[in-house]
């Protein structure tokens, strides 16, 4: 065994290695030990297996000592040469993880950036298991300052790709948020349910799905824009859709007829006493209620009277009954579209 590469090749090096140590009692030294390293190092870079690479040199070793006594000294040797092997071959094994995950990692944030070449993504996905040519979700969940060494993330991404295995989710962290890629499909619902419950009760918004290359980062801009929408109107449920929200973008699109709207309807409750706000509360708790008084006076800390008395005020100082179907809808879009401008504390922002 002069030499690390040849040892495969040639039986003999091995089997005279172990000869002059049966020989002499000796014990391997330092420079055969870095031999048997380098070689455990090259056969991980070839894609040798490490249990192929110790029956191969057990199977040597019983044909040398077939009919001889084994000392104590021969199979320290032989542990020791083993041992050595096992280093060199993990050496290589985490090096090449490193370098893989690294990859995967600088992959991930590509598929993430919309300033991303489409063509050379489409190129590497393959690598990673994906097909862009399918539709794929995102999930955002909420938080910053992720980082993905922190303990938290490392969990969420043992548990994920233990359940649904490499080729199906890839987690990644943008702009500080944990980002979840997954495929669509029969699986996809258990992906993201399993993603949102391993988050510790952070709000998770996912994407609409989308195809090709652009199809990702598509779905996480909806995500992304959809979460920072429902957090800003204080919205229940911790996992949400943004193809729920696709009303916020279609307000958002006329502001100033939004904002018209909000004036003319909800302007009266400005003169309330207490405010417009605890008004405001009462009826996005009695739409998230579905008109049930009972429910909504539960959510608000109120008895189903000073509920009543609330929705009376509504009604008198606005015009508008909570309890008409119309004009309901009129209040409830005037009361979502003050949630969503921040009115009446950021009018005119």
Request: with cysteine; proline share 4%.
């Amino acid at each position: 065994m002069a030499t690390a590469v040849t040892a495969a090749q040639d039986p003999g090096e091995w089997a005279g290695l172990l000869e002059d140590v049966a020989r002499t009692g000796r014990r391997l030294r330092r420079e055969e030990l870095e031999r048997l390293r380098s070689y455990g190092d090259r056969a991980a870079q070839e894609g040798r297996g490490l249990a192929e690479l110790v029956d191969e040199r057990l199977v040597e070793t019983g044909a040398v000592w077939t009919g001889r006594t084994v000392d104590g000294p021969s199979l320290a040797a032989l542990r020791a040469a083993v041992a050595a092997l096992a280093t060199g071959h993990g050496r290589a094994y985490r090096e090449r993880l490193q370098r893989d995950e690294s990859g995967r990692r600088e992959f991930v944030a590509d598929l993430l950036s919309s300033r991303s070449d489409l063509g050379r993504l489409a190129e590497h996905a393959e690598r990673f298991g994906l097909n862009l040519a399918c539709a794929h979700v995102v999930a955002v969940a909420d938080g910053d300052g992720y980082d993905l060494e922190d303990p938290l993330v490392r969990g969420v991404e043992r548990q994920l790709l233990g359940r649904f295995g490499e080729q199906d989710v890839l987690l990644a962290v943008k702009h500080g948020r944990l980002v979840c890629i997954v495929p669509g499909g029969p699986g996809e619902a258990a992906a993201l349910q399993a993603f949102a419950a391993l988050t510790e009760g952070r709000r998770v918004v996912v994407g609409r799905p989308h195809s090709g290359p652009g199809g990702v980062v598509r779905s996480y801009e909806e995500a992304r824009g959809a979460l920072e929408q429902a957090n800003r109107l204080r919205l229940p449920g911790q996992l949400l859709r943004a193809a729920d929200l696709l009303i916020l973008p279609v307000l958002l699109r006329d502001r100033d007829a939004l904002e018209e709207l909000i004036h003319g309807v909800l302007e009266p409750l400005v003169g309330a006493r207490g405010g417009p706000g605890p008004l405001l509360e009462t009826l996005a708790a009695y739409a998230d209620s579905r008109y049930v008084a009972a429910e909504a006076a539960r959510r608000l800390g109120l008895s189903v009277r000073a509920l009543s008395y609330r929705l009376e005020r509504i009604a008198r100082l606005t015009g508008l009954d909570p309890d008409d179907a119309l004009q309901r809808y009129t209040l409830e879009t005037a009361a979502f579209g003050a949630r969503l401008l921040g009115w009446p504390d950021q009018a005119g922002a």
